[in-house]
């Protein structure tokens, strides 16, 4: 049984389409969040919910827009794509502020054409 | 804002022993957390430490100085398998989510 899952594992999409990433995790956590790979490697943090409260918006774009129906879900869309949205998005999940250890999903990679 | 300053990438043997340094800046200090990532992999968490001191799991072994904002991760009998990112992370501001060093790339070879 997988802990956080998400869905798609790979997204091509074109310029301008609008597109969402789901996920769910049946560890229990109650905090959820988006995290973006670039091709460097570097992991930032973009959302964060808590209890399906949004408690962390860090500086997105607003063409991106979580939503979170219940504490086991945290769904990402992303509208009017741009070149620069293809990444490995990643969700994950914790309890409370989860320092003694963040669980992630095998990450969805988004290529925009 | 919280920064976080680890090497880009280290090489070394199978059997050897690696130490990956990690120096931290932070306004509010939760601990540091070490993260493993295989390519095309999600990262997993590997170790934890909030007060000083090393902590032992295994071939790996994570330690902290929050008198120096440093920390590292050793890694012992080094196996092919290691070959892995390996990111330090620190709690952000608010203690609300972690932000991650920019990861250290680590090639063990045969």
């Known amino acids: 049984d997988t802990a956080v899952s998400q869905t798609p594992k790979y997204l091509v999409t074109q310029m301008g389409n609008d597109k969402s990433i789901k996920c769910e995790q049946n560890?229990?956590?109650?905090?959820m969040y988006w995290y973006k790979q670039d091709s460097k490697k570097f992991l930032k943090i973009m959302f964060s919910?808590?209890?399906?409260?949004?408690?962390i918006n860090e500086t997105v774009p607003n063409r991106f827009s979580p939503k979170s129906p219940d504490k086991a879900h945290l769904n990402l869309h992303i509208n009017s794509l741009e070149l620069g949205d293809s990444a490995v998005y990643f969700c994950?999940?914790?309890?409370?502020?989860?320092?003694?250890?963040?669980?992630f999903g095998s990450g969805t990679r988004l290529t925009v054409v | 804002g919280q920064s976080l300053e680890q090497p880009s990438e280290v090489t070394a043997v199978e059997g050897a022993i690696v130490q990956i340094n990690c120096t931290y800046q932070?306004?509010?200090?939760?601990?540091l957390s070490w993260y493993q990532q295989h390519d095309g992999g999600a990262p997993t968490f590997l170790s934890y430490?909030?007060?000083?001191g090393l902590e032992e799991t295994g071939r790996f072994s994570s330690f902290l100085s929050r008198s120096d904002s440093y920390g590292y991760l050793l890694l012992q009998e080094l196996q092919m398998k290691d070959s892995a990112s390996y990111f330090c992370?620190?709690?952000?501001?608010?203690?609300?989510?972690?932000?991650f060093g920019k990861g250290t790339t680590l090639s063990v070879s045969s």
């Open positions: 994950a999940s914790s309890q409370d502020r989860g320092f003694r250890g963040y669980t």
């Open positions: 560890l229990g956590h109650d905090t």
């Open positions: 919910y808590n209890n399906k409260e949004l408690i």
């Open positions: 932070t306004s509010g200090f939760y601990g």
């Open positions: 430490n909030a007060l000083d």
């Open positions: 992370a620190v709690g952000n501001q608010a203690g609300t989510a972690l932000i």
